[in-house]
């Protein structure tokens, strides 16, 4: 009788994460910020002496969710923060290797969101106005990766991902730092927008 493949990671807190079907109860922010702050945006190909990390990247999308929606609750930038959270475990796929992947891509990374969303607080699925909103904020940022560190340049750019409004992006740059510099603010600004939705 064949033995069925392992769909399970054993993460650094000792939980033990069932990719094929995840609970709330195997889910920890540290492991998250940890293994965000390993992977690289844009499979690595950055200019810098450090990788831009999906980590960073999403701290970048949250600013930017909550410039675009400054009254709104607290939990949907929470969502933003967490918006690319099941890649800690399943990495960041550019959009053609998720295209030829298909359709059980998606069906994992929304197992894993729907998990990790229970987890700390949020609905499983969130309404669609606001992952329009996060998906918004989420193109501004590929838009200033692309131009800051990815070698595109702007009319390449504003092509794939629309020119942001510079108001929006204002005062904002790139940040490239070491991932534990990385891990450590993700992890401290989760930990604010928590007690803010206490």
Not at 120 to 127: E, K, S, V
Not at 136 to 146: H, L, P, T, V
Request: aromatic share 8%; net charge negative.
């Amino acid at each position: 009788m064949a033995q069925q493949p392992r769909a399970w990671q054993r993460m650094l807190s000792g939980r033990r994460l069932d990719l094929l079907d995840p609970t709330p109860v195997d889910i920890e922010i540290e492991d998250i910020a940890h293994g965000l702050a390993f992977v690289a945006r844009w499979n690595g190909q950055t200019h810098g002496d450090y990788a831009y990390s999906v980590a960073e990247h999403s701290l970048l999308v949250e600013t930017l969710f909550t410039r675009l929606n400054p009254t709104g609750p607290v939990k949907w930038r929470l969502a933003a923060l967490l918006h690319d959270a099941p890649e800690y475990v399943i990495g960041d796929m550019i959009s053609p290797v998720k295209a030829a992947v298909g359709p059980d891509y998606g069906a994992l990374d929304d197992r894993l969101t729907a998990a990790i969303h229970i987890r700390f607080g949020l609905p499983a699925a969130i309404p669609k106005t606001v992952k329009a909103q996060i998906k918004k904020a989420d193109k501004i940022s590929a838009w200033m990766e692309a131009t800051q560190i990815a070698g595109f340049a702007e009319n390449e750019a504003t092509k794939f991902f629309g020119k942001p409004a510079p108001a929006i992006i204002d005062g904002l740059g790139i940040v490239l730092r070491p991932p534990v510099e990385t891990r450590n603010a993700f992890t401290a600004r989760h930990e604010e927008l928590l007690k803010e939705m206490s």
